[in-house]
């Protein structure tokens, strides 16, 4: 990606997001700021590594029409794309995914081309076409997060706080544009994190390679965008001898003030202070930081390092028009309930978020609840399950049509019982009118044979949103999600090993819909982030630009030998602010910038093998050669 932006050799035009409140910009702020630093880095891409892969089952129907069973996050995406290589209308494409074997944001765009081809050899074999990649070649084919080389420069005062910034990010995207664009816009909007900056200009350029065509990763860029600035004021502590928890607290977004993005959208939510107070309480981070220092003082090999890293983000689709789902609900004469909606289940719990969500709406149990395989012929124009919205959108969406549901039993019931239809409730799978206590289901069959309509749709459209793409200024997420985590770390300095002793979490996810499930996505966030940012690294041969790593046996993901043996993970307490469903916050992706705080505490652990007196020059991912590399480095300096 360097040697293409070297060469001017984008997929699409360079984008630029600037904010100034100095009379001169970013670059007159920087100037006049009391010191100033320069740098880059590197972070790697990742793989999405589900455990099944790439899968699409096409079975020939009549009248030129084709039935795809596709392992997708996009089922509607794959319908129009598939009727555009058989030249045929969406209405003959009929596309269904009853469950992913994971997805991770692999399947979104690049399942397009497993469904096409196994659609265009059934029609024209008029025979079931079932094609499915082996791991190897599911590695070599399709694309993943995108890597990124970052220049900057800064400007900050004698407590750390940021005066002006200036950063260029250039990713690999790749042969070709796929969701490039989208990516490095989320990511440029993510640069800020937790932060308040004042004057900053970012530039965000996606280097045409003869790589695979990256894609779609759990956090679509905001993991890229946030570790740049992180790594700037870790390096900013570093220079100044502060702890770097002090200086990235000095910088936060504030309350009523100092709470305006670079593009312009107000932070109203902002409980980040709070929540690292309570963080910094419950993990005893103070008298750990001392007590590394002892350890480090006393130990000539072995040395520690301790990081606490906060995160913001931006939840919502960078495109308006896709923050809209649909949802169908229907009730049985028997009182059972049948619920499509348009997201897709790729292990992350939405299809039991949805079914709670139904299931509360009309007072019944959870098990009365059914949620049936995402379907084009069902919902149809769906978003992809994506940007974290899943439970968002449809959890709204199926509430909607629940909630028409319950007003047409109400009215009923008051009809048969008496009363007035705004005094039913439903609750218990019972429905009390008029001192009464009803079963649901007894009040189903009496509402069929009085001709009352049993089954409804629901739609939700996220209110607020707007996007300027070319001023690169709006409000683009409907609120933020927050989080930070403590960990503590050991490295080996004469071999790179290292390893992850304890990790203390804190994550806002409002008011939780299903505490287990969202406690499961942050853990199962955290391991992932963590091997994105030490274990898993990608290299491509670099003449022909073919991956080399394409296996198991050459790309390390972590395991459950590389979760710490202490792992605290707590929701923090507190509604979404917004009118969310239940006012419940997104959980896929927020959490994957949580193990920031590994890669930090090992840059920690390595500054401390060079006496803390330079930054140690440590990328990502922080593998064992790495870290070696940097620790010779920094006691080369030391000498």
Request: with cysteine; hydrophobic share 40%; aromatic share 8%.
């Amino acid at each position: 990606p360097r040697k293409a932006h070297e060469l001017g050799q984008y997929v699409m035009p360079p984008m630029h997001l600037e904010r100034s409140t100095h009379e001169g910009g970013a670059r007159a702020a920087m100037d006049a700021a009391p010191h100033r630093l320069k740098g880059s880095f590197d972070v790697g891409g990742q793989e999405q590594f589900y455990l099944e892969g790439q899968i699409s089952y096409a079975t020939p129907k009549e009248d030129g029409a084709v039935h795809i069973h596709c392992s997708t996050q996009h089922p509607s995406e794959m319908q129009h794309l598939v009727a555009h290589a058989l030249g045929v209308a969406s209405h003959s494409v009929h596309v269904e995914c009853r469950r992913m074997g994971g997805g991770f944001g692999g399947k979104e765009s690049q399942s397009a081309l497993f469904a096409c081809v196994a659609a265009v050899a059934a029609i024209r074999l008029q025979k079931p076409v079932k094609l499915r990649l082996d791991r190897d070649d599911d590695f070599m084919i399709t694309g993943r997060r995108h890597c990124f080389w970052y220049e900057y420069e800064v400007g900050y005062d004698d407590e750390g706080r940021v005066l002006g910034a200036e950063i260029s990010m250039v990713s690999r995207a790749g042969h070709s544009a796929d969701l490039s664009a989208p990516v490095m816009t989320r990511a440029l909007c993510h640069f800020d994190n937790t932060y308040w900056l004042p004057d900053v200009l970012m530039h965000g350029y996606m280097g045409k390679t003869n790589t695979q065509s990256n894609t779609a990763f759990r956090g679509f860029g905001g993991p890229q965008g946030a570790i740049a600035i992180e790594n700037i004021l870790d390096t900013v502590a570093r220079s100044l001898g502060r702890d770097p928890l002090d200086v990235r607290r000095v910088n936060f977004y504030g309350k009523g003030e100092r709470n305006i993005t670079p593009y312009e959208q107000v932070v109203t939510d902002n409980v980040i202070h709070e929540l690292v107070a309570e963080l910094e309480e419950s993990s005893d981070y103070r008298a750990r930081r001392a007590a590394v220092n002892a350890f480090n003082a006393g130990s000539a090999v072995l040395k520690r390092g301790l990081a606490l890293t906060p995160l913001k983000f931006g939840i919502s689709f960078n495109v308006a028009h896709f923050n809209q789902a649909g949802a169908l609900v229907h009730i049985y004469t028997d009182g059972s309930i049948l619920v499509n909606h348009g997201g897709t289940e790729m292990g992350q719990g939405l299809n039991t978020k949805v079914a709670q969500v139904v299931a509360h709406e009309l007072g019944v149990a959870f098990e009365n609840v059914r949620v049936t395989a995402t379907d084009t012929s069902k919902v149809a124009n769906t978003s992809a399950t994506a940007a974290s919205t899943g439970a968002d959108l449809n959890g709204k969406a199926a509430q909607d049509a629940a909630r028409q549901l319950r007003e047409r039993l109400a009215e009923c019931a008051a009809r048969l019982h008496g009363g007035d239809a705004h005094d039913v409730r439903f609750a218990n799978n019972a429905v009390q009118v008029n001192g009464q206590n009803v079963p649901f289901a007894e009040l189903v069959r009496a509402a069929y044979l009085q001709r009352v309509q049993l089954w409804s749709d629901g739609f939700y459209a996220t209110p607020g949103l707007h996007w300027d793409g070319k001023r690169m200024k709006g409000h683009p997420f409907f609120y933020f999600a927050y989080g930070a985590a403590v960990s503590e770390v050991v490295i080996d300095t004469l071999t790179g090993e290292w390893k992850l002793l304890r990790a203390d979490v804190l994550h806002d996810v409002g008011r939780s819909l299903n505490p287990a499930v969202d406690v499961g996505q942050v853990e199962g966030a955290f391991i992932q982030g963590m091997g994105w940012l030490t274990t898993e690294e990608l290299v491509w041969h670099p003449q022909t630009g073919k991956l080399t790593t394409h296996a198991p046996s050459t790309y390390k993901i972590p395991t459950a030998n590389d979760c710490p043996p202490v792992f605290n993970v707590r929701l923090f307490e507190g509604d979404n602010y917004e009118d969310s469903i239940h006012r419940s916050k997104a959980v896929g992706e927020p959490p994957l910038l949580l193990p920031f705080s590994v890669f930090f505490a090992i840059r920690d652990a390595v500054s401390a093998a060079g006496e803390h007196r330079m930054n140690p020059p440590l990328q990502a991912p922080a593998t064992s050669e790495a870290i070696l590399r940097a620790v010779e480095a920094v006691q080369g300096h030391t000498g």
